[in-house]
C-alpha cells in the first residue's frame, strides 16, 4: 500500500485541487471531530484542532512546528487562541499563498515552503511538533520521526492526526479501496497503527498513546462526497474539470467514495496520537 508519488505529483495534486479543497472542506483540509453529531462542519473541524492543541500541551509562548500545514488554519487557531509560535510548512505554492494572506499572524506565524525531509530547521527549537493529516504522504517514516526528534527540545511532544489501514486488510481490500486510495490521492501510503508506533519509538520517543477516532471522524467523508455530487450537478466548473482527460487530479472525486466505503468497511481507521521527548 505505498506508492512512487514524488514531492511534485503531492505538490500538483493540491495546486490542481485548490479551489474544490476549498469549496468542498473549507480552509481546514482535514477531518472533522463530532463529539454530539449537532456540530456543524467548521465546528467539528476546529474540534481536531482543540484536541491537537490538548494532546501537545499547547499555551501562550508554546513553540510548534506544523508539518503540512494546508492553508493554515489550524496554525492560526493555535496562535491566535493558545497564544503559539507556529513554524508551518506546506509543499504547495497555491496553499503557501493563500495561508500568508489569509491566515498569517504578524509576529506568531512563518509560513514556509519547504520539504520536511530537508526542513533546514535548527535542533531542539520546538516544544511541539505536530502533523495534521501529512503523515500519508511522508514516504519514510522512520526518518520523518527522527527529524521530528532532532529539532524538538528535551521534554517536548510530537502530536500525529494520521489515515491508517486496519491492521491486516484482506488482499481485495488491497486492491479495492487501499492501493487505488493511495495512487489517486498522491499518498506515499496508508499504514496501520503498529507501523507509526514502531518508528516513533524507535526515534527515541516515548510514552507512545493512540486514541482511535474513526466513528466521530467518519461523518467526514458522506459529507464531503454529496459535497461533490452538489457541485457537478449545479457548478459548471466542477464539471469543466473532473470530465477533461487534461486534468489527472479529477480522478479524486471518484477516491472521496472510495475512502468513504474504507471506513465503512473498517478497512481504513483514524488515529490521533502523542508521544514524548524525555
Not at 474544490?20 to 481546514?28: A, T, V
Request: glycine share 6%; net charge neutral.
Amino acid at each position: 500500500m505505498s506508492s512512487t508519488a514524488t514531492n511534485e505529483d503531492v505538490a500538483s495534486h493540491y495546486d490542481d485541487l485548490d479551489q474544490f479543497y476549498r469549496e468542498i472542506w473549507g480552509e481546514h483540509v482535514h477531518h472533522g471531530v463530532w463529539r454530539t453529531g449537532s456540530e456543524s462542519d467548521l465546528e467539528a473541524a476546529e474540534n481536531l484542532v482543540t484536541m491537537v492543541a490538548n494532546l501537545g500541551r499547547t499555551g501562550a509562548g508554546t513553540e510548534v512546528c506544523d508539518v503540512g500545514c494546508g492553508y493554515g488554519a489550524t496554525a492560526k487557531i493555535l496562535a491566535q487562541r493558545h497564544g503559539a509560535n507556529v513554524t508551518a510548512m506546506t509543499i504547495s505554492e497555491v496553499q503557501l499563498a493563500y495561508a500568508q494572506t489569509h491566515n498569517s499572524v504578524p509576529g506568531k506565524i512563518t509560513y514556509l515552503l519547504r520539504d520536511w525531509y530537508q526542513n533546514q530547521l535548527s535542533e531542539s527549537r520546538f516544544d511541539v511538533v505536530q502533523s495534521v493529516e501529512s503523515m500519508e504522504h511522508m514516504a519514510d517514516l522512520p526518518l520523518f520521526f527522527r527529524e521530528a526528534w532532532r529539532v524538538m527540545k528535551p521534554g517536548g511532544r510530537l502530536v500525529i492526526c494520521a489515515w491508517m489501514s486496519c491492521e491486516n486488510p484482506g488482499a481485495m481490500s488491497k486492491k479495492i479501496l487501499l492501493n487505488p486510495i493511495v495512487s489517486e490521492a498522491a499518498l506515499a501510503g496508508v499504514r496501520p497503527a503498529s507501523e507509526f508506533k514502531a518508528a516513533t519509538e524507535a526515534a527515541g520517543f516515548t510514552n507512545f498513546q493512540m486514541s482511535d477516532i474513526t466513528q466521530q471522524v467518519k461523518n467526514t467523508w458522506p459529507l464531503c462526497a454529496v459535497r461533490t455530487l452538489k457541485g457537478v450537478l449545479t457548478k459548471p466548473h466542477y464539471r469543466k474539470f473532473l470530465f477533461s482527460s487534461k486534468n489527472p487530479n479529477r480522478i479524486f472525486a471518484l477516491t472521496l467514495f472510495r475512502i468513504w466505503a474504507a471506513y465503512e468497511f473498517g478497512v481504513m481507521r483514524y488515529g490521533v496520537y502523542s508521544a514524548d521527548k524525555v
